[in-house]
């Protein structure tokens, strides 16, 4: 599994959907799980990038908040984070796990209220792998383009069309921890498929050797992709899976 989602994130899921004993890449690469469940490898911002974002954003009117561990630490409380703990650690009413499980798995995670993250940042020196950004309006993508050319030194893509920013340190994709995976496995990329369906995917599509594009994927990343599945609420992963990786 590689995902933008948190470490804990996608031991749940990926538990849930019956994979054992797999890496995980969570936080778009920031983070990689081996096989046991332990950290490999994770990457921070340091406290001078995390200081530039934060006057960056403040000055643009975006809100944003940060992902440390398995804690959400946020400005204030609002739409985009009332419900994070909720849809962090989903409960999937059919798959056969007890509510004890999902109840435990929930508790590990938290929203956290930090008043001042200009203070935070200096004293408390968090060990943040990744950044989300939202704005009432329209204006991501423009304030993307106008981050990228001030802050040289981030990665910054998108898990929604561009109505989210993700953002990670400079280098940190899923396509360099999939390199880094397969590397250590002794798979060549030519041999590995990536399926995905937004832009936080596309350098992972582009360098895989069969790069697998969901039909809710936007025009840009379908693109760059070898094929095109069906969308994700007709089972176009499942459909990708038997017929390329299964055959």
Known sequence: MCTGRSPLSATWIAKTIGLKDEPIIAYNGAIILGENGQVVERNIFSVETLLQFWKICKEAGCYAHFYEGDTLLVPEENKWNNNWVKNNIPLFENSGWKIESY???????????????????????????????????????????KLSKRMKHLEISSSSDYRNLEIAPKGVTKASALMKLLEKQGILLTQAAAIGDNF????????????????????KVKEIADIVTDTNNNRGMALAIRRFLLA
């Open 103 to 145: 109840n435990w798995y929930r508790k590990q995670c938290e929203v956290k209220l930090v008043e001042d993250f200009y203070d935070f940042f200096q004293n408390r020196l968090p060990k943040i792998s990744k950044i989300a950004v939202f704005h009432e309006g329209n204006a991501l993508y423009n304030f993307s383009e």
């Open 200 to 219: 936080n995917d596309y350098l992972m599509l582009s360098y895989a050797g069969l790069g697998i594009a969901m039909g809710n994927a936007p025009v």
